[in-house]
């Protein structure tokens, strides 16, 4: 059985591209799937944040790295949302220690219709 050639993965678009479509495109799909980008931005950089804070505790509590995770944040480390939080925060943060109730939680996300700083 023959493999179907694989089409090369689009280049990454950063918040200033998605933003620049949201204007050029007012109706309703489009809009909902810029939304659903935006969210799943959100999404990426709490799974970067989260990933920071396990990666400092295994390594001050066994003194090494976990290579999947490693791996995990090379992946993170390519995605525009990632990227353009840690030029925000001035290179990479901890997540916040508080508990999250998966039940009563929202994935924040950078609306598109403004300018965030």
Not at 23 to 44: F, K, S, T, W, Y
Request: hydrophobic share 40%.
């Amino acid at each position: 059985m023959q493999r179907r050639p694989t089409r090369p993965s689009p280049e990454p678009m950063m918040m200033v591209r998605l933003r620049q479509i949201w204007m050029e495109h007012p109706d309703q799909p489009a809009r909902a799937l810029l939304e659903e980008i935006a969210r799943l931005h959100g999404v990426l950089r709490q799974v970067d944040q989260l990933s920071a804070t396990i990666s400092q505790d295994w390594l001050a509590e066994r003194g090494g790295r976990l290579s999947a995770l490693h791996q995990l944040n090379l992946l993170l480390e390519k995605e525009p949302a990632v990227m353009e939080q840690k030029v925000r925060r001035g290179g990479r943060k901890v997540a916040p220690t508080a508990a999250v109730d998966p039940d009563d939680y929202e994935m924040p996300y950078q609306p598109l219709d403004r300018v965030s700083d």
